[in-house]
């Protein structure tokens, strides 16, 4: 068994700030998404039998109290925010295929 554990919050930013490197700042609706999961078919390629994503989520907690703006989510660009949320409703739908 090979598990991989994917930081998908870091993962999102990545390719969507990359992806503009080629794209001259028009952002594809899913580039960011289809990015990764081109990271986590890889890595299925690459003989991992399970991968697990994990996410930023924001929660309010005594931290906000500590630190103003502590994962408020202000700032996100909006072409962004718009995959993040778009990838994380539809996540269980296509999960399923990705275990044996």
């Keep these: ?17 990359g992806l503009r490197r080629f ?27 399970h991968i697990g994503v994990a996410t930023d989520h924001v929660i309010e907690s005594f931290r906000n109290e500590l630190w103003p703006g502590y994962k408020t989510g202000d700032g996100i660009e ?3 925010h718009a995959q993040a949320t778009r990838s994380s409703r539809r996540w269980p739908r296509w999960a399923s295929w990705c275990g044996p």
Aim: proline share 6%; no cysteine.
């Design 1 to 17: 068994m090979i598990v991989h554990l994917l930081d998908g919050t870091y993962e999102l930013f990545r390719h969507f700030y």
């Design 23 to 49: 794209t001259k700042g028009e952002d594809p609706p899913l580039g960011a998404v289809r990015g990764v999961l081109r990271t986590a078919l890889e890595m299925l390629e690459s003989g991992a039998t």
């Design 78 to 80: 909006p072409a962004l």
